[in-house]
Each structure stands twice: as structure tokens, then as C-alpha cells.
């Protein structure tokens, strides 16, 4: 197959990621994915950084077993603790969702006062700290773990009280120290957008990486003359490690009533790209 039919590999530890792929599809309707949400073993936000780092590596692996072309991690957690070690190892170009966040912070701060709200595992790994700081010095970042939100989320209450003090909780001290961007730096917090914004009030950006990655990954797709072609119909393959109907659930409220089919894989048992496809 040339390198421009493959497919593009997408994986998260569960549903989160499909916000991601709902950002690459709109900006390459005609690409191929494959989506792999590992719902078995996720969350991951809590899990130890060497964990987090096997089970991106044996997904990596996996996805490549379907040939695909590029490999868009697209999980803050998975990227904070694993994207160095998977662009070693493979030779297809592996992106993940926290540098584009960062750059897209520092285009928009005027203060420069960044705060930073992601799961334990990215926010103790530090890495959005790094790579603002890198890139700016002059930046003051802080952060904060949200480590209740995933679960409300998945539980599907974006709204009320509950959430809302937790939320208020985590959000207020950042707002009173005086930023004016703020990273969501978590696949699940798009879906709580609206929450955020009636704490942190309309003098704070919000910073989605899920379109900014979506970004990266076509202008280097288009760099390498690796594009589908725009004649072509795009399709999504949603995978899961878990239970299916549960994901397939999850997704419709992540990406939207197009995901009705959720294939259940087990990682130790590769399949071939024509058992995934209709
Ligand atoms: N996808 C994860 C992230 O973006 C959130 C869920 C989890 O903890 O695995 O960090």
C-alpha cells in the first residue's frame, strides 16, 4: 500500500482520545483511522509513569500491525510519560497532544501567567512546565491535577452542584493568581467546557491540545506527501480493550451517533487491517 492509503493509528487509555480524533477528521475528512482506546487498564492519570509507559509501547505496537502511518498519542497522561521513548523506538513519526498545547498557550497569554490543569500522572510528570518554560523562560506556570473530573465525565455529569464545587475547588486559587490562559491539559475536559469557563469567567482562554495536535499531524502528513487523497472517504475504526457497548456509549457522547461499532481487541492477539475494515 503507498504510504499516503495507510491509516493514521490513534490511541488513549479509553474514550478520551475520540476528542482528538473528532479535531484530526474535521481537518482530513479523507484519512483512514484507527482508534485504539485502551479501557481495560485506563484511567491512567493515577497509574505509575514505567506502567503508563509499557502499555503505550505495547499499543504502539500494536497499531502497527495494522501498517498505519503515523501514530497520534492522544492522551496527555500516555504522552507525559511515554512520547520520548515511543519516537525512539519507531520509525513512523509519533505526535503527541502536549507540546501543540504548550505552543498554543504561549501564542495566546498577554500576562504570561499559564495555568496548567491535566490528570496526577501528567501534572506530577511536569512536562507542560518544561516545555512552556522551554520555550519561553519568562512564562509563570501553574498547575494543578483535577484528578476527580475523568470520573465525572464518565459518568456523564458535566453539570451540576457536584461537579461544580469540585471544579471551583481545583480552578478558583489559579484564577486569583492571576493567569489568563488555562491548558486543558486532559483528553475528557473539552466536555466540561462549559463548566470551566463559568468559573475561570471570559478573561481566560481556554486551550484545547485536541485541535492543535489535529494541526501538527496534517502539516506534517502534508510535509511528507503522506495525505490521503481528498477523493477518498475517510473512516473511523474504533477498537477497545474493554467492554465495547461501554465504549461505544462513551464515544457517542465524546465524538457523536457516527460511533456504532466498537470492536474488542485483546493486545496479545494482532489482527489483520481487513478484520477491522468493512
Ligand atoms: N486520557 C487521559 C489524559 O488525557 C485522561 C484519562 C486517564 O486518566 O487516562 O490524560
Known amino acids: 500500500m503507498v504510504m499516503s492509503e495507510k491509516p493514521i493509528g490513534v490511541f ?23 482508534y485504539l482506546g485502551d479501557d481495560a487498564r485506563g484511567p491512567y492519570g493515577p ?17 502497527l500491525g495494522f501498517d498505519v502511518k503515523m501514530i497520534v498519542v492522544a492522551c496527555n497522561t500516555a504522552t507525559a510519560c511515554a512520547l520520548p521513548a515511543l ?4 520509525e513512523i513519526p509519533v505526535v503527541g497532544v502536549i507540546v501543540p498545547g ?28 518544561r516545555e512552556l518554560k522551554f520555550r519561553n523562560p519568562n512564562v509563570q506556570v501553574y498547575s494543578q491535577a483535577c484528578p ?13 452542584s457536584q461537579i461544580y464545587e469540585i471544579a471551583k475547588g481545583y480552578l478558583e486559587p489559579i484564577v486569583n493568581w492571576g493567569m489568563d490562559t488555562l491548558i486543558l491539559g486532559c483528553t475528557h475536559y473539552p466536555l466540561l467546557e462549559d463548566l470551566i469557563e463559568e468559573i475561570v469567567g471570559p478573561g481566560v482562554e481556554l486551550v484545547s491540545s485536541a485541535d492543535e495536535v489535529a494541526a501538527v ?9 503522506w495525505r490521503a487523497s481528498s477523493e ?4 473511523l475504526t474504533f477498537l ?23 470492536i474488542h481487541v485483546d493486545l496479545e492477539k494482532p489482527l489483520h487491517f481487513e478484520e477491522v475494515t468493512p
Do not use: W
Not at 47 to 63: N, Q
Not at 102 to 129: D, P
Open 12 to 34: 488513549d487509555s479509553g474514550v478520551g482520545g475520540l476528542t482528538v480524533v473528532k479535531a484530526v477528521v474535521e481537518r482530513m475528512p479523507s484519512e483512514q483511522i484507527i
Open 47 to 63: 497509574r505509575k509513569p514505567e506502567e503508563v509507559r509499557r502499555f503505550a509501547d505495547e499499543i504502539a505496537g500494536y497499531l
Open 87 to 90: 519516537q525512539e523506538k519507531y
Open 102 to 129: 504548550a505552543k498554543a498557550a504561549l501564542r495566546k497569554t498577554a500576562n504570561g501567567r499559564i495555568g496548567v490543569i491535566g490528570t496526577e500522572g501528567t501534572i506530577s510528570s511536569g512536562v507542560y512546565e
Open 148 to 160: 476527580e473530573f475523568v470520573e465525572f465525565v464518565e459518568q456523564k455529569e458535566m453539570h451540576g
Open 217 to 225: 499531524a496534517k502539516d506534517l502528513l502534508e510535509l511528507l506527501g
Open 232 to 235: 477518498r472517504e475517510g473512516r
Open 240 to 262: 477497545a480493550t474493554g467492554d465495547s457497548e461501554r465504549s461505544r456509549q462513551l464515544g457517542n457522547m465524546f465524538f457523536g451517533p457516527e460511533i456504532c461499532n466498537v
